[in-house]
Structure formats: structure tokens, C-alpha cells
């Protein structure tokens, strides 16, 4: 099992940047695909970016409204990903939940509220 929580959230202006982690305590990290996902409120949780375990090293993606500004890392020995968030807009304000797959599991953090308003 993997046991994932967040940090980094908070209130920023826009145009801002802010830095998510997401720590996870559980055996065989390294294999499993993370993803940093977003919930607005009245909205469908979407998946903003992903990043391969190490079967497929090097592998990331994006969804179009972040690309060019969202980056995803992630470093297996600290058992740790990051989203690295800049040029914030209005419009990415929601709950940011970090996800853990591998094979038929997903495990999923508490959340991390971003707030990006003037």
C-alpha cells in the first residue's frame, strides 16, 4: 500500500507560483505512476499532470491548460513528486490531490487547497 500527503498549498495572486509536494511512506514507490490531479468546486476532478514510474522513466504529461507552466518532478530516493506551479491563473484554484498507480491500484492523498486570487 502507499500512503500519500500533500503540502504546499495556500492562497497566491495571480501570476504567482507555489510548490506541491506529496511525500509517500509504502514499499516500491519508484514503480508506481504519479499524478497530480485537480478538484474545483462543481467540477469533475481532472488529472493536471503525470509522471512515470521507473518502468517507464522520463515520462510525463500534461493537461493543455498547464503545459508551459506547471512542471512535475519527482525524486524516488525522498519518495516524494512535486508540482512546481507557475504563472498561476484564477482559474486554477481547486483542491489538488496527489495520486499513486500501479497495476489495478490508486491510492490518493488528503488534498492541498491552492487559491489563486487578487
Known amino acids: 500500500q502507499l500512503q500519500l500527503v500533500e503540502s504546499g498549498g495556500g492562497l497566491v495572486q495571480p501570476g504567482g507560483s507555489l510548490t506541491l509536494s506529496c511525500t509517500a511512506s509504502?514499499?516500491?514507490?519508484?514503480?508506481?505512476?504519479m499524478g497530480w490531479y485537480r478538484q474545483a468546486p462543481g467540477k469533475q476532478r481532472e488529472l493536471v499532470a503525470a509522471i512515470a514510474g521507473v518502468l517507464r522513466i522520463g515520462i510525463v504529461s500534461y493537461t493543455d491548460s498547464v503545459k508551459g507552466r506547471f512542471t512535475i518532478s519527482r525524486d524516488n530516493t525522498e519518495k516524494t513528486i512535486y508540482l512546481q506551479m507557475n504563472s498561476l491563473k484564477p482559474e486554477d484554484t481547486a483542491v489538488y490531490y496527489c495520486n499513486g498507480h500501479y497495476r489495478n491500484n490508486d491510492y490518493w492523498g488528503q488534498g492541498t487547497q491552492v487559491t489563486v486570487s487578487s
Open positions: 509504502g514499499i516500491a514507490f519508484s514503480m508506481y505512476d
